[in-house]
């Protein structure tokens, strides 16, 4: 008797045949038992076999008998479970195996045989699409899985070495609208640099096509986080000059002098200077000081770092002290915090109303940085999918939800990659989760990447010879740019469209 349990995220017939039509990504990197993309993927059970092709992945369960199989659809991990009752290990003894895959939305095959059957089990990330042949009367089992979507709408090349590709993504979950820009330095007159809306004294925030056109960029996304009234919260460094200091600890695109990448937490130091010619050096900065350490922490800084703070304070507030302490803090608003686990030179030495300087750097053992915007959380790590949200203090609107999105990436060859995926208010998208912008970007070919400043803020604008595709112009002004720019000031061959 045939037993299929198929709920209601089932894929229709009608939308099986329309979904076929569209070029899908199948990672086929393979896990454990073979070094092919195509037969079989298990020890001990050589009567299992996976092909793949453009469309489709086929799992086919050779010798099982017409009826005597039941297939279900379980979540938590999402899977696909078949039973065979019918295929009892050899002699009553255990038999196991896994294939692991190398990540993308399959991850892991499995069977196990016993005396009582044989179980196979497909994990994912999604829930996955699948359909049964329509010979059930058929001596093998052929599921089919219909696996990640992917449409290119639209290629267009914006500067040799330069191509902005338009993607429609297709999961169980619903359609995202991606918006890309891949680009080698190494063959286009592009580079990647950071703008602020405005020039840094006035923090003026403004739309991210009007910061384009200001820096005569070929291409912009929106860059960090920021506040009101376009404050960066996050660090940006401009000609190897820290020109907004972090305010939390947290990953950076970082461009080095030698036009090579780098995406990694940047080690910041500050020094604090008295109006008397004292001089006090911040080992790190919005982190806990260990043992003999300074920490200067920013109105900022993460909340959970007032746990346990043991040690010397001095609270200042517009760049003027207000007080030290040993204890208690009563109020962090607008205050930073230059926090001491150590003896000398004292904090003591700071008087009430005394005018402070504080100034960042960057440690000097780092590679020079050119350029640097910061972001997080990361989304990939040498080409592994790492979402390090709890880690970068990301709240759980950022870390959890659906929404629209913007990411930079780059990989082991130097192309870079600015991504915005359009949210829930565009009618062709339904925005991304961060787990879900890290396996764009694998698509795309990046091994790196971090996220950005997302939500009402997530747009992308060029500076000429606009594309087909409407790109997302956000809804909100931002503060910083990350921005692709021919710095002799033109592009060859094209003209400005502002």
């Known amino acids: 008797m045939l037993h299929v349990h198929k709920p209601s995220r089932l894929i229709s017939a009608a939308f099986a045949s329309a979904a076929i039509a569209v070029m899908v990504f199948i990672p086929a990197t393979p896990g454990s038992a073979t070094s092919v993309s195509t037969g079989r993927v298990l020890e001990s059970f050589s009567w299992i076999t996976a092909a793949w092709d453009q469309n489709v992945l086929h799992l086919t369960l050779s010798d099982v008998k017409a009826g005597e199989y039941e297939v279900?659809?379980?979540?938590?991990?999402?899977?696909?479970?078949?039973?065979?009752?019918?295929?009892?290990?050899?002699?009553?003894?255990?038999?196991?195996?896994?294939?692991?895959?190398?990540?993308?939305l399959l991850t892991q095959l499995r069977a196990s045989a016993t005396s009582d059957g044989t179980r196979v089990v497909l994990e994912s990330r999604y829930q996955l699409y699948w359909e049964l042949p329509q010979d059930t009367s058929a001596e093998n089992l052929d599921l089919t899985f219909l696996l990640r979507f992917r449409q290119t709408v639209e290629e267009k090349v914006i500067d040799d070495g330069t191509v902005y590709v338009a993607r429609r993504y297709v999961t169980p979950s619903g359609q995202r609208f991606t918006h890309a820009v891949v680009s080698d330095p190494a063959h286009s007159r592009l580079k990647p640099r950071v703008f602020f809306a405005s020039d840094v004294a006035n923090r003026q925030i403004a739309g991210v096509r009007d910061i384009a056109q200001g820096s005569r960029s070929a291409v912009a996304i929106n860059g960090g986080f920021f506040t009101w009234p376009g404050i960066s919260l996050s660090l940006v460094i401009q000609n190897g000059a820290i020109m907004a200091p972090p305010q939390l600890h947290r990953p950076a695109f970082m461009v080095l002098e030698d036009g090579s990448y780098r995406m990694d937490y940047p080690n910041v130091h500050a020094r604090i200077s008295s109006a008397y010619g004292i001089e006090w050096v911040a080992d790190v900065v919005n982190q806990r000081p260990g043992p003999g350490h300074i920490a200067l922490l920013t109105p900022g800084h993460p909340g959970r770092l007032r746990d346990d703070m043991t040690g010397t304070m001095a609270v200042i507030r517009d760049n003027i002290v207000e007080y030290v302490t040993d204890g208690e803090i009563e109020d962090f608003a607008d205050r930073t915090i230059l926090w001491a686990r150590r003896q000398y030179p004292p904090l003591e030495l700071l008087r009430p109303g005394e005018m402070i300087d504080i100034s960042c750097y960057l440690d000097q053992s780092s590679p020079p940085i050119a350029y640097a915007i910061q972001g997080g959380p990361f989304l990939?790590?040498?080409?592994?999918?790492?979402?390090?949200?709890?880690?970068?203090?990301?709240?759980?609107?950022?870390?959890?939800?659906?929404?629209?999105?913007?990411?930079?990436?780059?990989?082991?060859?130097?192309?870079?990659?600015?991504?915005v995926v359009e949210g829930s208010d565009s009618p062709r998208s339904m925005g991304a989760t961060l787990e879900e912008m890290a396996w764009t970007l694998q698509d795309l070919g990046a091994t790196w990447g971090m996220n950005l400043d997302g939500g009402s803020s997530s747009a992308m604008a060029f500076g000429y010879s606009d594309p087909e595709t409407s790109l997302p112009a956000g809804r909100r002004s931002v503060a910083t740019c990350l921005v692709l720019i021919d710095e002799s000031g033109r592009m060859q061959g094209h003209e400005f469209h502002f």
Request: proline share 5%.
């Open 380 to 419: 990939l790590r040498n080409g592994l999918v790492q979402i390090t949200s709890a880690q970068d203090d990301i709240g759980n609107d950022i870390a959890r939800g659906r929404s629209a999105r913007t990411a930079v990436g780059y990989d082991e060859s130097g192309k870079i990659y600015l991504v």
């Open 72 to 104: 279900s659809e379980l979540d938590n991990p999402p899977r696909v479970v078949i039973d065979v009752p019918s295929l009892k290990s050899i002699g009553n003894r255990p038999v196991q195996s896994s294939f692991d895959f190398s990540g993308g």
